[in-house]
């Protein structure tokens, strides 16, 4: 009978480090230590991607604020972080709704200025000075609350001057304001919204003009200023705003009465008004001239009449002259006339003589014509319109043909354009119609953009690497590095040599995929021999009798497997 050879053990390795790690116990602490790093490894991975995902909750706070907001966060137990330069507050994202909606409920953030609530604290005893300060912070911060509603607006700051009342009229002065705006990235105010913004205020503050508000920008640009000498000569915004609007709704008339005889897209209509933004005020006074006394109209009348003796009365100076008694009557001598107070030649006085006097005052109207005049502004001085027509298309033959327009139908459609933009011949208006085919430019197909360029399907890949990657990697540090290294560190037990009782079993006994357990009969492998299942289990008795040990390994292997 042959005997049986078993390999030799591996020699002992030298000693030193080397040969610790060589050993069997050192390769199960490399084993072991590599084993739980594997492990740390992927908990990281799994941790790493089950992280929630964080949002900006409050951005661009003052410190006060940010302290508030912190100290809510840590009493709701809510986790958060901040970003690069601490400048916003990052919290998971399916809670930052929730979150602002709790902060809001407290208050939180305030925006760094206080309105009216202010108020609400005021403590007994407080003078007359402090009141109007504390009254003063809480009007500019309203007012700030107010402008940052703007959606151009982040942040704004008012500064009110208020000068104490005084009933000197003389010494009244008018209250001014000054407005600081934080405008967001990349927007700005046009000026109807700068104008909104100080009538805002001129009308929140009592006695307090639009022209005394100042409004600035975080960069320092002076968004309203005093209105130039020449303002009235030069045109504004809403004129040039008019101007463009009155254009565009003639063209618009004008497209839409023409589009019905040509159809869509073969009228095109441009207008070009002159409007006069002119002031004129005028007054004049017209007289006409004096018509006959009998045609005008009698305004007044007046009449006077009187009568009275003659010149025989006292007269003359009054005085003692005047009251001496009359002188003896004389004959009159060589054709002289007598005195007047001369007695006649009977010895009688001449006879008295009577006086009347009559006046007569009439006043007529005057004819009058006044005249006030106020032309105002915006008015149309002249109107200049510029049609363009397709040529009309036809079918003939299947196939589409294009024709200019007949005469009778460039004229009919010029009569519409005519009524449709007002057409006044006074006023100097012009219009031009031209009948030509259009250019029709070429479509360019929109660019394909290749499946790994289009942004919806980088988003999508990005969302699926981000669960997938980490899973990927889990299984392949699972099944390709732990369970390989689990392994070797619960290796199978070697099955011993057989005893030559047993000569020729060892290849159905030893368990096949145990490579530890080789066993060469004559320093050559036996070829598998066939035999009965009683000689079988003769030999397995055998076997057991002799090596009960080995019999219960080998079934215990069994079972695990």
């Known amino acids: ?45 799994w941790m790493w991607s089950a992280k929630p995902e964080y949002k900006v909750l409050f951005s661009n706070f003052n410190d006060k604020d940010g302290g508030a907001i912190v100290a809510a966060l840590q009493q709701m137990n809510v986790p958060y972080k901040y970003s690069d330069g601490g400048v916003a507050i990052l919290v998971p994202a399916d809670q930052v709704h929730d979150v602002r909606l709790k902060l809001a409920g407290q208050g939180l953030p305030k925006g760094g ?59 009244q002065q008018k ?37 005394n508000v100042t409004v600035v920008d975080q960069d320092g640009n002076l968004l309203t200023g005093d209105k130039p000498a020449n303002a009235n000569n030069t045109l504004d915004a809403t004129q040039l705003k008019y101007v463009q ?24 209509a441009e207008a070009t008004a002159d409007v006069d933004f002119s002031r004129v005020e005028q007054a004049a006074e017209t007289y006409k001239p004096n018509g006959k006394p009998d045609a005008a109209s009698i305004r007044s009348q007046q009449s006077s009449e009187s009568s009275g003796p003659g010149g025989n009365g006292a007269s003359g100076v009054p005085g003692a002259l005047s009251n001496q008694p009359q002188a003896n009557a004389t004959a009159p001598v060589n054709g002289q006339t007598p005195p007047p107070n001369a007695t006649a030649a009977n010895g009688q006085p001449p006879a ?73 011949k006074d006023r100097g208006d012009s219009l031009s119609v031209l009948n030509t085919p259009f250019v029709t430019p070429e479509k360019e197909a929109p660019p394909v953009l290749p499946i790994w360029k289009n942004p919806d399907n980088i988003a999508l890949a990005k969302e699926i690497g981000r669960y997938l990657l980490p899973v990927l990697l889990l299984l392949y540090l699972f099944f390709g590095v732990l369970r390989p290294m689990l392994k070797k560190l619960n290796p199978k037990p070697e099955a011993p040599a ?6 020729g079993t060892a290849d159905e006994l030893v368990d096949e995929e145990d490579e530890d357990a080789v066993v060469s009969i004559s320093g050559e492998a036996a070829p598998p021999k066939v035999r009965s299942y009683q000689e079988n289990l003769e030999a397995a008795k055998a076997l057991a009798r002799q090596d009960p040990r080995m019999v219960a390994n080998i079934v215990k292997n069994w079972i695990e497997e």
Do not use: C
């Open 1 to 45: 009978m042959e005997a049986i050879e078993a390999i030799p053990a591996q020699q002992e390795a030298p000693g030193g480090i080397k040969g610790f790690l060589n050993s069997p116990n050192g390769r199960k602490i490399l084993l072991s230590v590599g084993a739980a790093l594997v492990i740390a490894l992927m908990a990281g991975i």
């Open 352 to 424: 008295a003589s009577t006086q009347s006097r009559r006046d007569s005052t009439i006043n007529y109207e005057v004819d009058k014509t006044v005249r006030y005049v106020q032309q105002p502004m915006g008015g149309l001085r002249r109107l200049s319109v510029a049609v363009v027509l397709n040529y009309r298309t036809e079918i003939k033959n299947g196939k589409p043909v294009s024709r200019p327009l007949t005469d009778a139908e460039k004229t009919q459609i010029t009569d519409l354009i005519r009524e449709a933009m007002g057409f006044s």
């Open 245 to 268: 609007e009155l254009q565009d709704n003639i063209a618009r008339r004008v497209e839409a009465i023409v589009t019905p005889v040509v159809g869509p897209n073969n009228v095109h």
């Open 498 to 503: 057989l005893p030559p009782a047993v000569e």
């Open 175 to 211: 209250p001014t304001a000054s407005v600081l705006l934080n405008l967001h990235a990349g927007r700005v105010l046009d000026q109807q919204q700068v104008s909104a913004i100080v009538h805002l205020v001129a009308s929140s503050v009592p006695d307090l003009p639009a022209k």
């Open 113 to 171: 200025g206080v309105g009216f609530e202010l108020m609400e604290n005021q403590k007994l005893g407080v003078s007359q000075f402090l009141e109007q300060v504390n009254y003063q912070r809480a009007l500019e911060g309203e007012l700030a609350r107010s402008i940052q509603s703007i959606g151009a607006v982040q942040t704004a700051r008012v500064h009110l001057a208020m000068p104490k009342s005084t009933v000197f009229v003389r010494e």
